[in-house]
């Protein structure tokens, strides 16, 4: 690594973004983890809803004034571009975004409305990426990497000198991982300063590049990646990130995509944050167990809360069937009267909630009489769900 991150690039780094952005909390999160004190780092809240600001600020703060002439070029899934787009304006420097086109439309137009002209490309971040390099090439620009660039990675890793002061005697923070620059320069800071403080890294089952890298000891590349977490669906890790995250981190773990549900709908239920499917890998892993958190001080690094508010009703959905609070359920009837009224009351002596009701004549292999009663019904937990199941079979009901 010929351009060393050092720790006086980190400090330089804060002293520089002081004046442009938001100083996140930390929040205590009660009940996230079970016999653990956990603390979110509120990433969420920062200008433009993502961390990314910090790196793509400091990256374009140092360079020289013929780059900031000729402009800065960029590709993202969402976050950084925004970041990019707003440390551009702000240094009068002119940008332009590659994203790809499955990005979600409030991240492409909260883009546009920070000033970056936009580029639309087929495909996932790879192909945005290869676009951006092509033009570049071709209009002279300045690429400012997401995540492989030893700037951009001193921007992130000012996170790990506030996480250190508002949270002095944490003991184990848990990072969402893309490509890897956020973990980087926040695992750097804090391990260059507390090295006995535990740094995990968090990626989506669906996008586990730097699982997998880490695991078999060299860079890989993923063929496709599938997650709701698209801000860390990255195919490559970078060069600079897997070198600091072999040395820096003490291990990565995934999560599942309803897993991963399960922590969003929480933090908004719980403790009334907003969070993007990638901001939420962190506390999605301490609340299923994937790293030791017995006994310890907890930070968990919610990066961003730009998530698109279809998606959101689709998690929210998710979430309540992953966590036993929405349930469909289909009943075998004979077609007569009095049988909804049967079924309405057991389900209301067992305090379950009837959301919607669809009746269906029977098939061919019913009865002739036979129907379908299929319910969603709101509901506490699974053994809430099981009590209404075992309620309705006592009075002679055949569930399908």
Do not use: W
């Amino acid at each position: 690594m010929k351009d060393l991150l050092t720790l006086d690039k980190v400090y330089h780094a804060a002293f520089v973004l002081k004046d442009v952005i938001r100083d996140t909390g930390m929040m205590p999160a009660a009940g996230i983890a079970p016999d653990s004190d956990v603390y979110l780092k509120t990433e969420c809240l920062q200008v433009t809803g993502s961390f990314k600001v910090r790196g793509a600020y400091y990256k374009i703060s140092q360079l020289a004034e013929e780059e900031r002439a000729k402009g800065v070029i960029a590709c993202s899934a969402g976050n950084h571009a925004q970041g990019v787009a707003l440390a551009a304006a702000r240094s009068g420097v002119k940008s332009l975004i590659c994203l790809p086109d499955g990005a979600p439309i409030s991240k492409v137009e909260a883009t546009k409305a920070l000033g970056a002209e936009v580029c639309l490309v087929k495909g996932v971040y790879d192909d945005a990426y290869a676009k951006a390099l092509e033009l570049k090439d071709s209009r002279g620009y300045t690429f400012i990497h997401p995540f492989d660039d030893v700037d951009v990675i001193a921007g992130q890793g000012t996170i790990g000198l506030e996480i250190l002061d508002q949270l002095p005697d944490v003991d184990t923070v848990l990072v969402p991982v893309g490509g890897g620059g956020l973990i980087s320069g926040l695992a750097f800071a804090i391990k260059s300063l507390r090295p006995e403080v535990k740094v995990y890294g968090v990626q989506a089952s669906g996008a586990p590049s730097m699982f997998n890298s880490i695991r078999d000891k060299h860079i890989e590349s993923l063929t496709g990646v599938s997650t709701i977490a698209d801000g860390i669906a990255v195919k490559t890790p970078g060069e600079h990130t897997f070198g600091y995250v072999s040395k820096y981190v003490d291990g990565i773990v995934t999560v599942s995509e309803d897993e991963i549900c399960s922590a969003i709908l929480t933090l908004i239920e719980k403790h009334k944050m907003i969070a993007e499917g990638a901001g939420a890998v962190s506390v999605a892993a301490a609340m299923f167990g994937k790293v030791p958190l017995k006994g310890k001080k907890v930070c968990c690094l919610v990066s961003g809360g730009n998530i698109d508010v279809t998606i959101l009703s689709r998690v929210i959905k998710r979430g309540l069937l992953k966590s036993g609070r929405s349930y469909s359920l289909c009943i075998e009837l004979l077609d007569k009267p009095g049988q909804l009224k049967d079924v309405s009351r057991i389900i209301a002596d067992e305090g379950g909630n009837v959301i919607s009701v669809h009746h269906e004549r029977g098939n061919e292999n019913s009865d002739v009489n036979g129907c379908f009663l299929r319910l969603q019904l709101e509901t506490r937990n699974f053994e809430h769900i099981e009590s209404i199941r075992n309620a309705l079979r006592k009075e002679g009901f055949k569930l399908v």
